[in-house]
């Protein structure tokens, strides 16, 4: 699997790469061999916990690992006539201007702008040109249309 990811979120996701690695694992192996110390691993409610802060750690670092190999960087579009992955994009929904960056979906954050290419919208304005109009339906039923006015 592919992860389009900007530059910012790939260096965003090696940083926390590599605190697991280094703060984070060793923070867990302090905590594991002080619990060790205090006896009876069996009824040892600090060594259970310990435990399993290192299976989310490490399963973590497995998911950031895939991530970083298999990542596709996001360039900003310099296509003004067809949207895709890596385009600001200026629609309008009942007269209301808005903007949205095309991303990948590891990156979406709806309520800054940034949809995921994956999203019903995104899908929808990928391959579209200025001045035509995409509907999307909501999840009760509605359509909404979005008239596309510029590809910044």
Do not use: C, W
Request: net charge negative.
């Amino acid at each position: 699997m592919n992860y389009h990811l900007t530059a910012e979120r790939l260096a965003e996701l090696k940083a926390e790469l590599n605190k697991l690695k280094t703060v984070k694992r060793i923070e867990v192996a302090d905590r594991l061999k002080k619990a060790k110390e205090l006896g009876d691993l069996s009824e040892n409610a600090e060594y259970s916990e310990a435990r399993e802060e290192q299976e989310r750690i490490e399963n973590r670092i497995v998911e950031l690992e895939d991530m970083i190999q298999n990542s596709e960087l996001i360039k900003k579009s310099t296509d003004k006539k067809h949207i895709d992955i890596g385009s600001t994009v200026e629609v309008t929904r009942n007269g209301k201007p808005m903007k949205f960056f095309i991303v990948g979906s590891n990156e979406a954050k709806p309520e800054a702008g940034y949809i995921s290419n994956e999203s019903p919208l995104g899908r929808e304005l990928i391959k579209h040109n200025v001045g035509e109009t995409v509907t999307v339906e909501t999840p009760d039923g509605r359509k909404i249309e979005y008239k596309i006015s510029k590809i910044v």
